[in-house]
């Protein structure tokens, strides 16, 4: 009787704890990571340029693609981050 119940205590909290690890992961990746390695060194060099020289205007259209493109990426792991946690908490 032992080893059913136990199992199901195991399993259940292996299930718990994945959610757990795979939202913490999302969260710490997808959301930190890209904004430290990504989006804060492109602000950083937009912020460095003078907006009505020719390389400013250059450098804003680089910009605007790759940012608006990681910011993306940064919205979608923050969801998905948002709804595997979630989905821990309401595991039994």
Do not use: E, Q
Not at 71 to 91: D, E, G, K, Q, S
């Amino acid at each position: 009787m032992c080893r059913a119940g136990c199992s199901v205590v195991v399993r259940v909290a292996s299930d718990r704890a994945v959610y757990l690890l795979v939202g913490s992961l999302l969260y710490l990746v997808g959301t930190i990571l890209v904004t430290i390695v990504f989006n804060v060194p492109l602000n950083n060099a937009l912020a460095a340029v003078d907006p009505a020289s020719a390389d400013g205007a250059r450098l804003w259209t680089a910009y605007i693609t790759s940012w608006t493109f990681w910011n993306h990426v940064r919205t979608v792991a923050a969801l998905a981050a948002a709804a595997t946690l979630t989905i821990a908490l309401r595991l039994p």
